[in-house]
């Protein structure tokens, strides 16, 4: 059965001006359109009404004021009761937040900056004494927490890197083939592709695909059970967070990284050398002939070695990102986001100060 | 308006699976206008998962809910939203949108319902904080900064923001202190009283079943055992209900319970 509703309606009967319908939530704005009409018969008015609910005694209040001698008649007892009670709970004002001065904000923004910049000094040195105890009580490891680690974000991550890598090494060879080509320098794409995969992108994509990857997830796990203060009961069950939550994450990434970016050197080398054979005729054998001749393999050490630094930024931002959260979901999404904002950042700095230290060293 | 005698809410032989568990079997339970029916039964007996399928949003394997007497199982989407605007529900958690404060949390189901001008919602969120008894301070704090019995109460206010004729409330007194706890019965009642409310409340809390309830259904072995008020419900022969109010915790509540009702 459908329940009968009545819409608002004013209308002249017999020389009475009567006003129907519902004082309820589904005709609030029919009502305020209604009002300007409403106002101008207000002292002749009869009200004709079946329902009336919290909603819709607001609105009636609003048109015919607070004063229960200008109302108009035809209300019931309950009704009238209804607007007795929402005009004793309604009288309270609004309060609006506040919104303090510019330099009451200054001040704050200065002060939230502050705490940011102590509470990453905090979390650094909880890492290191973390780190310290461990290496001085060895039997706190978490073996099984190390194994998830690499499993997920080092096995799980192989496909996706060795493809990503592939592409990029065939975009790199396809892209300088074309100029050495003009050239007929066809021969030095071994050199192009093999340095710029080794010494720079090899690493740099691996890192930015696992900043993306795990980092983030990283941050979201540590934020939410932040949030719902799982990492506060580890620290009442007498349990360091950071050997659960971030030491295994630290140890599994300096291990997978390294491991990750050995796989994109040679699948990017892998893809390198196909379009190498396919646009310049130059055959495999021929390829990985000149690449162990003229590439020094101290191009590759070089690569590698960035790799453990990479984990360790990445694994510090997310998770450091993910301790600091509070509040509610928002905060998570937040987090998430700086952590891997951040991560992606540090990465290409760090990677650009190494450059520059290592062709003034000559390397 | 809809008839009295038809029942508000009537479930018909409601089965609900969770993979090979079964929770509910045929099933079947009314609910008229105007009653305060609680929902009780030992752990894992569905009694949120049923309050889940009674405000739809979890829809059984077999069985048809019939609301404001609408079968709901072929209504369109459009028809749902407007049953769904009749039914106010509070979650056991608060569920209140955390990036949001208390009005802004009570002004989103009315912005969305029409278009109306943003002085009169406010008006109207601030209505409902303050019929739920909390003090108009707490209406630009964000739900983490409330206590838990300010969180429960504006949690009611939400569900209350488009005045609906049902209120589902899930453990609405769960982890309150026991003063907090009484207060919140007495608010529920003065709602309903005020309000023309129909409640389901899903409760432990024996307390809250002798003073809120006029109406208690029992739920074991995947049925509803029994609707009847408290007096009637405690002194059945049941096993199963038997067991449930044959402890200390209960007659306690039992004595307490009769004691405020006839004060």
């Not at chain 1, 001698?69 to 309950?78: D, Y």
């Not at chain 1, 700086?338 to 390397?363: C, E, H, P, Y």
């Not at chain 2, 009295?4 to 993979?19: A, M, R």
């Not at chain 2, 704090?141 to 004729?165: H, I, T, W």
Request: proline share 4%; with cysteine; glycine share 8%.
């Amino acid at each position: 059965m459908q329940e009968q509703r009545q819409q608002p309606s004013l209308s002249l009967i017999d020389g009475n001006y009567l006003l129907y319908g519902d004082w309820t939530t589904a005709y609030l704005k029919q009502w305020l359109d209604l009002q300007p009409s409403i106002a101008a018969y207000s002292k002749e008015l009869k009200i004709v009404t079946l329902a009336m609910d919290t909603n819709g005694a607001m609105a009636f209040l609003h048109i015919f004021g607070k004063q229960a001698s200008n109302w108009p008649e035809g209300l019931t007892p309950t009704q009238q009761q209804l607007l007795r009670l929402v005009l004793k709970e309604g009288e309270e004002s609004i309060p609006e937040p506040k919104s303090p001065n510019w330099l009451a904000d200054l001040g704050f923004r200065f002060s939230q900056f502050w705490g940011h910049a102590n509470q990453l000094l905090n979390f650094i040195g909880q890492l290191f004494t973390a780190f310290y105890t461990l290496l001085c009580n060895p039997r706190q490891f978490k073996p099984k927490l190390l194994f998830d680690v690499i499993q997920r974000d080092g096995l799980h991550a192989v496909p996706i890197i060795a493809l990503l890598a592939f592409l990029l090494g065939a975009v790199i060879a396809w892209q300088g083939g074309l100029q050495l080509k003009t050239y007929g320098a066809n021969v030095f794409i071994v050199e192009l592709v093999a340095l710029t995969h080794l010494r720079e992108l090899g690493p740099l994509i691996t890192a930015i695909l696992v900043a993306g990857r795990s980092g983030s997830a990283y941050a979201a796990q540590l934020a939410t059970m932040n949030i719902n203060q799982e990492i506060l009961a580890l620290r009442s069950l007498g349990q360091n967070p950071f050997d659960w939550l971030i030491l295994p994450k630290l140890l599994g990434l300096i291990i997978t990284l390294p491991l990750l970016t050995l796989l994109a050197d040679l699948t990017g080398l892998l893809g390198g050398s196909l379009v190498a054979h396919l646009q310049l005729e130059i055959s495999p054998t021929l390829f990985w002939q000149r690449l162990s001749q003229e590439v020094s393999v101290s191009h590759f050490f070089i690569g590698m070695i960035k790799a453990p630094v990479f984990a360790i930024v990445i694994v510090s931002v997310g998770c450091m990102q993910g301790m600091l959260a509070s509040g509610g979901a928002d905060a998570v999404g937040e987090r998430t986001t700086r952590s891997v904002v951040q991560a992606i950042f540090l990465v290409i700095i760090i990677d650009a100060v190494f450059s520059v230290i290592f062709s003034n060293t000559g390397w | 308006m809809q008839s009295p005698n038809l029942p508000l809410v009537e479930l018909k032989n409601i089965t609900t699976q969770f993979g090979s568990q079964v929770v509910h079997q045929n099933l079947n339970l009314k609910i008229n206008r105007g009653e305060r029916l609680a929902l009780v039964g030992g752990s894992g007996s569905g009694k949120s998962v049923l309050l889940s399928e009674i405000a739809l949003l979890k829809t059984p394997q077999a069985g048809s809910v019939t609301l404001f007497g609408q079968a709901t199982d072929q209504l369109s989407t459009n028809h749902l939203i407007q049953l769904r605007k009749k039914m106010g529900i509070m979650f056991q958690q608060g569920a209140m949108f955390t990036s949001l404060n208390l009005l802004e949390n009570i002004m989103l189901p009315l912005r969305e319902h029409q278009r109306l001008p943003e002085s009169f919602i406010k008006e109207l969120a601030m209505l409902k904080i303050k019929l739920v008894g909390l003090a108009a301070s707490a209406a630009t704090k964000l739900p983490q900064e409330l206590s838990g019995g300010m969180l429960k109460r504006a949690a009611v206010a939400r569900a209350l923001a488009l005045d609906p004729n049902l209120l589902l409330l899930d453990e609405p007194t769960a982890g309150l202190d026991p003063a907090s706890a009484s207060d919140f019965d007495d608010m529920l009642l003065e709602l309903h009283a005020t309000l023309d409310l129909t409640l389901i409340l899903v409760t432990h809390d024996l307390d809250s079943l002798w003073r809120v309830s006029n109406q208690v259904a029992f739920l074991g072995d995947k049925q509803v055992l029994s609707k009847a008020p408290m007096e009637k419900l405690t002194v059945n022969s049941h096993p199963v209900i038997k067991h449930y109010f044959a402890n200390t915790r209960a007659a306690g509540a039992r004595t307490r319970g009769i004691g405020v009702n006839q004060g």
